[in-house]
């Protein structure tokens, strides 16, 4: 039955995420409840699918959490509705490796793929790059190829020749237009500009519909079953703002799935933390870009140091452990936060650490056990300067932050349903 699909590219930059969201707000049109996936760790697309299609995307990750909960999550997820999976980099892009890239995630999954191809510097070249793509991994399904800024009419009739001979379908050609745009930072798509990104998503689909033919997701169910959420007793605070939104949709429900209660907050709005919160979490996000608003917010940095100086447990990720620093330093100026945490980051310098990390736990803490080991990501552009004890060992550096009842750090970890450590993080707040 297919039930799911992959939507991939040759390479990062070719349109298969606006691709993805096309077809994503293509399949709520045809009253096909979807679910999107983003594979690999990336926070920031992934978010972007919730405005077209109505469901937040979860992200599928080989290498932080192996194939066997890779496929327990897409289904758990998925309950009914159709899986959409836009891929990350290249099809066959990954860890050093190559096998946690994306053909190797459709493989597992057993889903067809679609590839997106740019047509802006080549031609019949295309099909060629196709044939290559199809014959890689022969356990992958190209299921077809979608043509992304074409030139015009002849440029297309010239490409589509090419597919003829190889078997491989066209199912739909995107014209070039610069108004399909939206605007990158750090890698990503810059979401606090990309307001506009249903239309732009509402307006391929119109491109798209007439092309692929309905049957193509025939086997793809009309209604998605409920998903129930659990409502747990330990308040947990959980930040969320344009200032600190990184937090993956499971883990919330990983922590909802522990017995917690989550109780949104904003630590650029709200004058303090929830009151009853047991335990507070801090996601990653762009505290260096809202600096001024969240020093200003002086009632809410006193919240979270009152807070933590009185024991509540406290995970804070990246953007998080910014905010829990003394000082962000921006090309801007010096700005205080909550001062938790001895020293301060800096972006002034900016310094690109990424990639996945293995990392030991140096301490007992509120979510591991010392000694554990830990599979990661890093992202971030900030340097940080801190007098504390350090959270955890990679690769013979001591890195993050730890206090009985506080973990810092810039990696940032992907937590399912049943997660040791969520587990431990909610009853340590309870």
């Known amino acids: 039955m297919n039930d799911r699909l992959v939507v991939a590219a040759v390479a990062t930059g070719e349109g298969k995420t606006l691709t993805g969201l096309a077809l994503a707000a293509l399949l709520a049109r045809r009253g096909i409840a979807v679910q999107p996936f983003k594979i690999g760790p990336d926070y920031i697309d992934a978010r972007l699918y919730e405005d077209v299609c109505g469901q937040a995307a979860r992200n599928v990750d080989l290498w932080l959490d ?9 289904q758990r997820a998925a309950r009914g509705s159709f899986a959409l999976l836009e891929g990350m980099m290249g099809l066959f892009d990954g860890d050093n490796s190559g096998e946690t890239s994306t053909a190797h995630v459709a493989a597992i999954l057993d889903a067809p793929v679609v590839l997106v191809i740019d047509l802006w510097r080549m031609s019949q070249s295309a099909a060629a790059v196709a044939i290559g793509c199809a014959q890689m991994l022969p356990r992958v399904n190209i299921a077809g190829v979608i043509l992304n800024r074409a030139g015009g009419p002849a440029h297309e009739n010239a490409v589509r020749k090419a597919f003829e001979p190889t078997g491989i379908d ?14 990158e930072r750090h890698l990503g798509l810059d979401r606090d500009r990309a307001g506009h990104v249903g239309e732009i998503a509402s307006s391929i689909a119109d491109v798209l519909e007439p092309q692929i033919d309905p049957a193509f997701f025939d086997a793809a169910p009309q209604s998605a079953a409920p998903q129930s959420r ?16 990184f937090v993956y949709p499971e883990t919330i429900e990983a922590l909802e799935h522990a017995g917690a209660r989550v109780l949104p907050f904003s630590p650029l ?59 962000i ?45 830990i599979r990661a990501y890093e992202f971030h552009y900030a340097n940080e300067a801190l007098s504390e004890d350090p959270a955890y060992e990679i690769d013979g550096k001591r890195v993050g932050a730890w206090r009985p009842r506080a973990l810092a750090s810039f990696l940032h970890r992907h937590f399912l349903a049943g997660d040791p450590a969520i587990e431990r993080f909610v009853a340590q707040c309870a």
Request: glycine share 12%; proline share 8%; hydrophobic share 40%.
């Open 170 to 183: 066209v199912l739909a050609v995107l014209p070039h237009r610069a108004q399909w745009t939206i605007p």
């Open 269 to 327: 709005r709200d004058e303090a933390i929830p009151p009853d919160a047991k335990g507070l979490w801090l996601g990653g996000g762009y505290p260096e870009a809202h600096a001024p608003g969240l020093a200003e917010n002086e009632s809410m940095r006193r919240s979270v140091a009152s807070a933590v100086a009185a024991g509540i447990p406290v995970y804070a990720e990246c953007g998080g452990l910014m905010y829990l620093a003394q000082e």
């Open 329 to 373: 330093e921006t090309t801007g100026g010096v700005f205080p936060m909550c001062g938790v945490l001895r020293g301060r980051t800096s972006i002034v310098r900016p310094q690109m650490h990424i990639g996945y990390r293995r990392a030991r736990a140096l301490h007992d803490s509120v979510c591991d056990a010392g000694g554990d080991e």
């Open 66 to 74: 192996g194939p066997l909960k890779v496929r327990a999550h897409v």
């Open 230 to 245: 659990s409502v747990g007793r330990t308040a947990i605070a959980v930040a969320g703002d344009p200032a600190l939104w």
